[in-house]
């Protein structure tokens, strides 16, 4: 950390000229838990260029996706607006798990990010930046119409049906592809020819890997090396440590892109989840849950920023989520707020140093649907039908409330204290529960968010 500090402190003698507009790279990795880098505590998994990356940057230990699962959650990010607003609420608008568990109607949301939200890849855009989107969009069928000059990769799919190795996705740029090539480090090589070929222009590069989503196809030139090492007590599985290393290998590969290109110092670099990990084949543990869960091992994710001379190195536990993202990159870019409801707060000056805390405000997240579970996988689970059921959640401070459609019920929680989740609160302290419940309500008249209705008359 001393280290780190006076790195930090000789790059800000730069001046102040770095500081002004910078360069974006924002790194969205799919499906990546909390604990799966070594920089969080990961037994297994090899990341050095992230932890060393990581140890010069802000982390944000209680980060949190907007959403358990893909789509939902990057439709908040790119609108900076909680579900109800966009009424993307899942992968997909057919119903999930079998019609007979289903107690409440199905609300399908729609598939489509609303073309009339604006995102802020447009708002920067519209400031001069070259904006490039590489691999995953997943909200419609072309992102450049939503504020990307460039894209390679970006459809409406969800995952690389065929796995990592060719023939890659048929999107956009991924035409054509070695035999031998990895998608993963196929997205880095193009982020790296997108960089060299901007010239002296501002860019946003918006690396949104499809890793490590399933299929959980091991790079073969790694598998040996984690089939042959010791198994950690958190993290054993040897394909998905080599998709995790590849992806560190090609932030390696940008990073010395970065320095020898002098735009080490110009360039904010975000790393960043779409939700918890695999269940599976990771584990999130001491948090509960996983992808598609509300606990919080569905929804608490990796993030950190990183900027020299601008953001200090060190760990926060400000809790913040994806909605938050939409003002903190226009504020970075200089770039205005659209007239639309922008649901998150700018986190530039608790990143600057300028306050220590950005008050304790309520988080929310609302699921008006059905997630089957996990073959296999029932462990921690509510019910072992499905990861998560109709839910709506409110965090304040260190309070936690969950809301169960189907059956009213509560699950309070004090995060601080049970970070796993493990004890129910809501009998021993009904104030709170009750406090946070009538919270939780109001918002969701104030956004007219859909609770479902009962699809059985009651016995």
């Known amino acids: ?15 102040s000229a770095c500081a002004e507009k910078p360069n974006i790279l924002f790194i969205y990795l799919d499906d990546l838990g909390w604990k799966d880098t070594g920089f969080m505590g990961s037994d297994f998994y090899e990341t050095p260029h992230l932890d060393r990356l990581a140890a010069e940057s802000l982390i944000f230990t209680d980060a949190y996706a907007a959403a358990a699962n893909c789509a939902p959650s990057r439709a908040c990010l790119l609108s900076g607006q909680y579900t109800p607003r966009h009424e993307v609420y899942n992968v997909g ?118 890793a490590v989503h399933t299929p959980l196809h091991a790079k073969k030139e790694l598998l040996a090396k984690y089939e042959a090492k010791a198994k950690g007590s958190l993290h054993q599985h040897a394909a998905m440590a080599t998709m995790i290393q590849a992806v560190d290998d090609g932030v390696g590969k940008l990073l010395a892109t970065l320095q020898k290109l002098q735009l080490r110092e110009k360039t904010l ?58 003002p903190t990159l226009c504020a970075f870019a200089e770039a205005a707020l659209p007239d639309q409801t922008v649901d998150g707060i700018s986190l530039v000056p608790l990143l600057k140093g300028e306050i220590e805390t950005l008050g304790e405000r309520p988080l929310f997240w609302h699921f008006p649907a059905y997630l089957q579970s996990y073959r296999g996988v029932h462990d921690e689970q509510r019910d072992p039908l499905f990861r998560s059921r109709p839910v709506g959640v409110i965090r304040v401070g260190d309070w ?41 309500k109001a918002w969701r008249g104030a956004v007219q968010a859909p609770v479902p209705k009962p699809r059985f008359a009651k016995r």
């Open 93 to 210: 608008t057919t119903p999930r798990g079998k019609a007979k568990d289903r107690l409440l109607e199905h609300i399908p949301g729609v598939d489509v990010l609303d073309p009339n939200i604006r995102t802020w890849a447009q708002q920067i855009q519209e400031t001069g930046y070259r904006t490039g989107i590489f691999g995953k969009w997943h909200l419609s069928e072309d992102p450049k119409s939503y504020g990307f000059d460039v894209n390679v990769g970006g459809d409406k799919r969800g995952s690389p049906p065929r796995g990592y190795y060719p023939p890659h996705p048929k999107a956009p740029g991924l035409e054509e592809a070695n035999p031998d090539e990895y998608l993963t480090d196929r997205l880095t090589d193009e982020v790296i020819a997108f960089i060299e070929s901007s010239g002296k222009r501002p860019w946003l590069a918006y690396l949104s890997h499809f």
């Open 269 to 326: 670099i975000l790393f960043y989840s779409d939700n918890g990990g695999y269940g599976p084949a990771t584990d999130m543990a001491p948090l509960k849950g996983y992808k598609g869960t509300y606990y919080e091992g569905g929804i608490r994710v990796p993030f950190f920023a990183h900027w020299p001379g601008v953001i200090a190195p060190g760990k926060t536990a400000e809790p913040i989520t994806g909605v938050d993202l939409f």
């Open 1 to 15: 950390m001393i280290r780190s500090l006076i790195l930090w402190l000789l790059a800000a003698l730069i001046g």
């Open 400 to 440: 936690k409330l969950h809301e169960y459609f189907e059956d009213n019920a509560l699950e309070l929680y004090h995060l601080r204290e049970d970070i796993g989740e493990s004890t129910n609160l809501a009998k021993a302290h009904p104030e709170k529960a009750q406090a946070l419940h009538t919270q939780l």
